[in-house]
C-alpha cells in the first residue's frame, strides 16, 4: 500500500463520496464518514465506522435524525460493537470489498475503444445506471451528480457497442493522487465482453498520465472478478448492516 495507512484509504474513499452526497453531505473523522444524499434509496446515503467503533451510535442517531434510507458499514475493530446494532433491530444486508490498485504496477489491457463522457452521455447514463442499480432514471442522476455539477475531479467514462449505444459506465473522483471509483454499471446482455474493462481501463489509463498513483473502489461479490482482472487487490471486507424496512426496499 506504499506506506499508506487502512485508516487513510478508508478517509479517502470517504472523501470521494462528495460525488453522489455533495459537498454539504460528506463528513470524515479520523474513526468514520458520514455520507448523505437525502435520496430515498440506500444506495445513496451511507456511513463507515471504524476506529474502536465509538463513534458507531453517534453515527446512527446522525443517520436516523436525517430520515433518509441509509447502510451503516463496520470495519476493523468496531466488528466488536454490532451487537448494539441488533439490539437496535438493524439486520447485516451484506459486504463490500475495499479494493485497491497501485497505478505504478498497472498496464492497460487491449480492448474494445471507450473515451470520456460528456453532457450530451448525461442521459444514458442515467438511463444505464438506474436499470442495473434498479433505482431509476431520476434517482440515478444522484449518482451522477458531481459531473453533472461540474466539479473538479469528478468524471464519467463509458464503452459503446458497434450501433453506438452506451453500454458501460462508470463514475471517478480523484482524491489528492487517488483516483476513486464509483456507480460501475454494464448492461446485462453486453456482459463478459470487454466493455467494463474497457471502461475503466480508459479512465485508469487518464488517471495515471495525469499523475494519480492509485485506485481505490469498493465491490459487491458480483463486480471482484473484473475488478481482479484488472490488477484490483481486497485491503479488506466491510459488513453492511441496515433497518429492515430499508433493506427491503432494495434490489
Not at 29 to 49: F, K, T
Not at 115 to 128: M, Q, S
Not at 184 to 193: E, G, K, L, P, Q
Amino acid at each position: 500500500m506504499t506506506g499508506i495507512a487502512l485508516e487513510e484509504r478508508r478517509s479517502t474513499l470517504g472523501e470521494s463520496t462528495v460525488l453522489w452526497a455533495g459537498p454539504d453531505g460528506v463528513t470524515v473523522g479520523s474513526d468514520r464518514w458520514v455520507a448523505l444524499s437525502g435520496a430515498p434509496s440506500v444506495e445513496y446515503n451511507a456511513a463507515l465506522v471504524h476506529g474502536d467503533g465509538g463513534a458507531l451510535e453517534p453515527t446512527v442517531e446522525e443517520i436516523l435524525a436525517a430520515g433518509a434510507p441509509a447502510v451503516v458499514m463496520i470495519a476493523g475493530r468496531a466488528a466488536d460493537r454490532v451487537a448494539r446494532l441488533r439490539d437496535r433491530r438493524w439486520k447485516p444486508i451484506g459486504t463490500l470489498a475495499l479494493m485497491h490498485l497501485e497505478l505504478g504496477r498497472w498496464q492497460a489491457a487491449p480492448g474494445r475503444a471507450a473515451r470520456r463522457l460528456g453532457a450530451g452521455d448525461h442521459p444514458a447514463v442515467r438511463a444505464l445506471v438506474g436499470d442495473v442499480y434498479g433505482v431509476g432514471p431520476r434517482l440515478a442522476g444522484v449518482a451522477i451528480s458531481g459531473p453533472v455539477a461540474g466539479l473538479e475531479g469528478h468524471d464519467l467514462w463509458g464503452a459503446f457497442d458497434p450501433g453506438g449505444k452506451l453500454v458501460s459506465c462508470l463514475a471517478t473522483v480523484r482524491v489528492r493522487h487517488t483516483v476513486v471509483v464509483w456507480s460501475m454499471a454494464t448492461a446485462v446482455a453486453a456482459r463478459r465482453r470487454g466493455y467494463g474493462a474497457a471502461a475503466l481501463s480508459t479512465a485508469l489509463t487518464s488517471a495515471a498520465a495525469t499523475g494519480a498513483t492509485s485506485s481505490l473502489l469498493s465491490s459487491t461479490a458480483a463486480g471482484e472478478p473484473l475488478y481482479r482482472a484488472l490488477g484490483y487487490g481486497e485491503l479488506e471486507r466491510w459488513q453492511q448492516w441496515s433497518r429492515p424496512r430499508w433493506a427491503l426496499a432494495r434490489r
